[in-house]
T-cell receptor
Framework: SAVISQKPSRDICQRGTSLTIQCQVD?????MFWYRQQPGQSLTLIATANQGSEATYESGFVIDKFPISRPNLTFSTLTVSNMSPEDSSIYLC???????????FGSGTQLSVL | AQKITQTQPGMFVQEKEAVTLDCTYD???????LFWYKQPSSGEMIFLIY??????QNATEGRYSLNFQKARKSANLVISASQLGDSAMYFC?????????????FGPGTRLSVLP
Protein backbone atom coordinates (compact mmCIF):
# COMPACT_ATOMS: atom_id res chain seq x y z
CA SER A 1 0.00 0.00 0.00
CA ALA A 2 0.97 3.67 -0.08
CA VAL A 3 0.17 6.69 2.04
CA ILE A 4 0.10 9.89 0.03
CA SER A 5 0.36 13.35 1.50
CA GLN A 6 -0.88 16.05 -0.84
CA LYS A 7 -0.56 19.75 -0.05
CA PRO A 8 -2.28 22.14 0.02
CA SER A 9 -5.69 20.57 0.53
CA ARG A 10 -7.37 23.67 -0.82
CA ASP A 11 -6.52 27.16 -1.97
CA ILE A 12 -8.17 30.25 -3.36
CA CYS A 13 -6.01 32.08 -5.87
CA GLN A 14 -6.11 35.20 -7.95
CA ARG A 15 -6.21 35.14 -11.72
CA GLY A 16 -2.77 35.22 -13.30
CA THR A 17 -0.91 33.69 -10.35
CA SER A 18 0.59 30.20 -10.02
CA LEU A 19 0.12 27.45 -7.46
CA THR A 20 2.43 24.50 -6.78
CA ILE A 21 0.90 21.31 -5.41
CA GLN A 22 3.11 18.80 -3.63
CA CYS A 23 2.69 15.05 -3.48
CA GLN A 24 4.77 12.99 -1.03
CA VAL A 25 4.53 9.20 -0.84
CA ASP A 26 5.71 7.13 2.11
CA UNK A 27 7.38 4.54 -0.12
CA UNK A 28 9.07 4.32 -3.49
CA UNK A 29 6.58 3.93 -6.32
CA UNK A 30 6.90 3.05 -9.97
CA UNK A 31 4.41 5.48 -11.45
CA MET A 32 3.07 8.86 -10.37
CA PHE A 33 0.19 10.57 -12.12
CA TRP A 34 -1.57 13.90 -11.90
CA TYR A 35 -5.31 14.07 -12.55
CA ARG A 36 -7.77 16.93 -12.80
CA GLN A 37 -11.39 16.61 -11.76
CA GLN A 38 -13.54 19.53 -12.83
CA PRO A 39 -16.74 20.17 -10.89
CA GLY A 40 -19.20 17.33 -11.34
CA GLN A 41 -16.92 15.56 -13.81
CA SER A 42 -14.75 12.48 -13.95
CA LEU A 43 -10.98 12.31 -13.62
CA THR A 44 -8.85 13.42 -16.55
CA LEU A 45 -5.18 12.55 -16.70
CA ILE A 46 -2.95 15.60 -17.01
CA ALA A 47 0.41 13.85 -17.16
CA THR A 48 2.60 11.03 -15.98
CA ALA A 49 5.41 12.28 -13.77
CA ASN A 50 8.67 10.59 -14.77
CA GLN A 51 11.50 10.34 -12.29
CA GLY A 52 14.48 12.36 -13.42
CA SER A 53 13.04 13.36 -16.78
CA GLU A 54 10.31 15.44 -18.35
CA ALA A 55 6.73 14.48 -17.65
CA THR A 56 4.59 12.86 -20.34
CA TYR A 57 1.57 15.05 -21.03
CA GLU A 58 -1.83 14.01 -22.32
CA SER A 59 -3.50 15.68 -25.24
CA GLY A 60 -4.75 19.12 -24.26
CA PHE A 61 -2.21 19.67 -21.49
CA VAL A 62 1.14 21.41 -21.97
CA ILE A 63 4.25 21.82 -19.92
CA ASP A 64 4.12 25.62 -19.89
CA LYS A 65 0.73 25.55 -18.20
CA PHE A 66 1.28 22.51 -15.95
CA PRO A 67 5.00 22.10 -15.22
CA ILE A 68 5.70 18.92 -13.27
CA SER A 69 8.74 17.80 -11.36
CA ARG A 70 9.64 14.39 -9.98
CA PRO A 71 13.13 14.50 -8.51
CA ASN A 72 12.92 11.04 -6.89
CA LEU A 73 10.68 7.99 -6.50
CA THR A 74 8.61 9.42 -3.63
CA PHE A 75 7.94 13.07 -4.49
CA SER A 76 6.36 15.12 -7.24
CA THR A 77 4.99 18.61 -7.76
CA LEU A 78 2.43 20.01 -10.15
CA THR A 79 2.30 23.74 -10.84
CA VAL A 80 -0.79 25.37 -12.27
CA SER A 81 0.56 28.46 -14.03
CA ASN A 82 -1.05 31.75 -14.99
CA MET A 83 -4.34 30.62 -13.54
CA SER A 84 -7.78 31.52 -14.81
CA PRO A 85 -11.22 30.67 -13.38
CA GLU A 86 -11.37 27.73 -15.80
CA ASP A 87 -8.58 26.10 -13.78
CA SER A 88 -10.86 25.79 -10.76
CA SER A 89 -10.87 22.04 -10.13
CA ILE A 90 -9.72 19.30 -7.83
CA TYR A 91 -6.19 18.17 -8.63
CA LEU A 92 -5.31 14.65 -7.58
CA CYS A 93 -1.96 12.97 -7.22
CA UNK A 94 -2.04 9.22 -7.69
CA UNK A 95 0.57 6.47 -7.59
CA UNK A 96 1.01 2.93 -8.71
CA UNK A 97 3.28 1.19 -6.22
CA UNK A 98 4.07 -1.74 -8.47
CA UNK A 99 3.27 -2.31 -12.11
CA UNK A 100 -0.08 -3.97 -12.56
CA UNK A 101 -1.53 -2.92 -9.24
CA UNK A 102 -4.24 -0.45 -8.33
CA UNK A 103 -3.90 3.30 -8.09
CA UNK A 104 -3.64 4.98 -4.74
CA PHE A 105 -4.84 8.57 -4.50
CA GLY A 106 -3.93 11.58 -2.47
CA SER A 107 -6.70 13.51 -0.78
CA GLY A 108 -6.73 16.09 -3.54
CA THR A 109 -6.27 19.84 -3.82
CA GLN A 110 -9.41 21.91 -4.22
CA LEU A 111 -8.39 24.95 -6.26
CA SER A 112 -10.63 27.98 -6.74
CA VAL A 113 -9.47 30.80 -9.02
CA LEU A 114 -11.13 34.19 -8.68
CA ALA B 1 -13.49 7.73 -28.57
CA GLN B 2 -14.65 7.08 -25.04
CA LYS B 3 -12.92 4.04 -23.65
CA ILE B 4 -15.04 3.63 -20.53
CA THR B 5 -18.80 4.05 -20.68
CA GLN B 6 -21.07 4.29 -17.68
CA THR B 7 -24.59 4.76 -18.98
CA GLN B 8 -26.25 5.54 -15.65
CA PRO B 9 -25.55 9.11 -14.52
CA GLY B 10 -27.62 8.49 -11.40
CA MET B 11 -29.09 5.49 -9.61
CA PHE B 12 -31.38 5.07 -6.62
CA VAL B 13 -31.58 1.97 -4.45
CA GLN B 14 -33.46 1.13 -1.31
CA GLU B 15 -31.39 0.39 1.75
CA LYS B 16 -30.57 -3.36 2.09
CA GLU B 17 -31.33 -3.99 -1.58
CA ALA B 18 -28.74 -4.96 -4.20
CA VAL B 19 -27.78 -2.64 -7.05
CA THR B 20 -25.81 -3.07 -10.28
CA LEU B 21 -23.76 -0.24 -11.76
CA ASP B 22 -22.95 -0.66 -15.43
CA CYS B 23 -19.56 -0.29 -17.09
CA THR B 24 -18.49 -1.12 -20.62
CA TYR B 25 -15.01 -0.61 -21.98
CA ASP B 26 -13.15 -0.53 -25.24
CA UNK B 27 -9.65 -1.83 -25.76
CA UNK B 28 -7.70 -3.89 -28.25
CA UNK B 29 -5.08 -4.89 -25.69
CA UNK B 30 -5.26 -8.54 -24.64
CA UNK B 31 -3.96 -7.62 -21.19
CA UNK B 32 -5.75 -4.97 -19.17
CA UNK B 33 -7.19 -4.36 -15.74
CA LEU B 34 -10.54 -3.06 -14.65
CA PHE B 35 -11.16 -1.17 -11.42
CA TRP B 36 -14.00 0.38 -9.50
CA TYR B 37 -13.50 3.37 -7.24
CA LYS B 38 -15.91 5.11 -4.88
CA GLN B 39 -15.82 8.85 -4.30
CA PRO B 40 -17.96 10.06 -1.41
CA SER B 41 -18.80 13.71 -0.93
CA SER B 42 -15.52 14.15 0.97
CA GLY B 43 -13.72 13.77 -2.37
CA GLU B 44 -11.35 10.93 -1.53
CA MET B 45 -10.98 8.12 -4.04
CA ILE B 46 -11.54 4.71 -2.46
CA PHE B 47 -10.52 1.53 -4.27
CA LEU B 48 -13.26 -1.11 -4.26
CA ILE B 49 -12.45 -4.01 -6.55
CA TYR B 50 -10.19 -5.18 -9.38
CA UNK B 51 -10.59 -7.60 -12.28
CA UNK B 52 -7.76 -8.67 -14.52
CA UNK B 53 -8.45 -9.50 -18.15
CA UNK B 54 -7.12 -13.03 -17.70
CA UNK B 55 -8.95 -13.75 -14.48
CA UNK B 56 -11.27 -16.70 -14.91
CA GLN B 57 -13.51 -15.92 -11.98
CA ASN B 58 -15.42 -12.78 -11.15
CA ALA B 59 -13.78 -10.69 -8.45
CA THR B 60 -15.44 -10.30 -5.06
CA GLU B 61 -14.60 -8.05 -2.11
CA GLY B 62 -17.05 -8.26 0.74
CA ARG B 63 -20.34 -6.74 -0.44
CA TYR B 64 -18.83 -5.83 -3.79
CA SER B 65 -18.65 -8.17 -6.74
CA LEU B 66 -17.74 -7.60 -10.35
CA ASN B 67 -19.81 -9.18 -13.10
CA PHE B 68 -17.14 -9.56 -15.78
CA GLN B 69 -18.32 -10.47 -19.27
CA LYS B 70 -15.23 -10.31 -21.41
CA ALA B 71 -16.86 -11.01 -24.77
CA ARG B 72 -19.30 -8.16 -24.18
CA LYS B 73 -16.55 -5.96 -22.72
CA SER B 74 -18.56 -5.22 -19.64
CA ALA B 75 -17.52 -5.06 -15.99
CA ASN B 76 -20.55 -4.25 -13.92
CA LEU B 77 -20.26 -3.59 -10.18
CA VAL B 78 -22.78 -5.30 -7.94
CA ILE B 79 -23.29 -3.96 -4.43
CA SER B 80 -25.26 -6.26 -2.19
CA ALA B 81 -27.22 -5.19 0.90
CA SER B 82 -26.85 -1.46 0.21
CA GLN B 83 -26.11 0.82 3.13
CA LEU B 84 -26.68 4.55 3.51
CA GLY B 85 -22.92 5.03 3.50
CA ASP B 86 -22.78 3.64 -0.03
CA SER B 87 -24.22 6.90 -1.35
CA ALA B 88 -21.40 8.30 -3.49
CA MET B 89 -20.02 8.63 -7.01
CA TYR B 90 -18.73 5.39 -8.49
CA PHE B 91 -16.10 5.35 -11.22
CA CYS B 92 -15.14 2.47 -13.45
CA UNK B 93 -11.55 2.61 -14.67
CA UNK B 94 -9.31 0.66 -16.99
CA UNK B 95 -5.56 0.24 -16.94
CA UNK B 96 -4.12 0.28 -20.41
CA UNK B 97 -0.63 -0.04 -21.75
CA UNK B 98 1.13 2.95 -23.28
CA UNK B 99 4.51 3.06 -24.96
CA UNK B 100 5.92 4.89 -21.94
CA UNK B 101 4.17 2.81 -19.29
CA UNK B 102 0.66 2.38 -18.07
CA UNK B 103 -2.32 4.68 -17.92
CA UNK B 104 -5.60 4.59 -16.08
CA UNK B 105 -8.70 5.84 -17.87
CA PHE B 106 -11.82 6.70 -15.90
CA GLY B 107 -15.45 6.57 -16.93
CA PRO B 108 -17.88 9.47 -16.38
CA GLY B 109 -19.19 7.99 -13.15
CA THR B 110 -22.54 6.99 -11.64
CA ARG B 111 -24.01 8.79 -8.65
CA LEU B 112 -25.63 6.26 -6.34
CA SER B 113 -28.15 7.36 -3.77
CA VAL B 114 -29.26 4.88 -1.13
CA LEU B 115 -32.72 5.58 0.25
CA PRO B 116 -33.67 4.76 3.85
Amino acid sequence: SAVISQKPSRDICQRGTSLTIQCQVDSQVTMMFWYRQQPGQSLTLIATANQGSEATYESGFVIDKFPISRPNLTFSTLTVSNMSPEDSSIYLCSVEVRVGEKLFFGSGTQLSVL
Amino acid sequence: AQKITQTQPGMFVQEKEAVTLDCTYDTSDPSYGLFWYKQPSSGEMIFLIYQGSYDQQNATEGRYSLNFQKARKSANLVISASQLGDSAMYFCAMREQRHYGQNFVFGPGTRLSVLP
